[in-house]
């Protein structure tokens, strides 16, 4: 926070709108139209992040193909925009923490990518601490520690 106090009101604004600085010429119209679009991004991601977590139990009661659909990614691609690559990560990263509760807690709040660098490597006994640092840093941090 002390990062905020060191820069300007204008710049603070800038930040809070998504880096995006707003012209005094919008109307109100403009402003909600703008901000419901914005909420409505926000909330698509979050979307897509529970959307992942319920993939492993989708394919392990193979519901896609009792609905018709020729595979698992043809399911997520239609009913939810998901990419191949984005359901097969998903897939991957869910099978590898499945047993770790506190990653699965993590996965639930940032998604799938920030425990991707730490799925691997952690174990029943090390899954709370890799926990904590994905809390903690961004993803690339963790790629790189």
Not at 39 to 54: P, V
Not at 92 to 111: A, N, T, W, Y
Not at 117 to 128: G, K, R
Request: charged share 30%; net charge positive; hydrophobic share 40%.
């Amino acid at each position: 926070m002390k990062i905020l106090q060191n820069i300007s009101k204008n710049e603070q604004e800038n930040l809070a709108n998504g880096g995006q600085k707003f012209s005094r010429k919008m109307s109100e119209d403009e402003r909600r139209l703008h901000n419901q679009f914005s909420h409505y991004g926000r909330n698509a991601r979050e979307w897509l992040r529970r959307c992942a977590l319920l993939l492993p139990h989708i394919e392990r009661r193979q519901i896609w193909k009792k609905k018709c659909f020729s595979s698992i990614h043809e399911y997520a691609a239609k009913l939810a925009g998901m990419s191949r690559s984005s359901v097969d990560e998903a897939l991957r990263v869910l099978r590898k923490i499945e047993d770790k509760p506190e990653l699965q807690k993590v996965v639930e709040v940032f998604g799938v990518q920030r425990v991707r660098p730490v799925a691997a490597i952690a174990t029943n006994e090390t899954a709370q601490f890799w926990a904590e640092k994905a809390i903690a840093m961004s993803k690339n941090a963790l790629e790189t520690y």
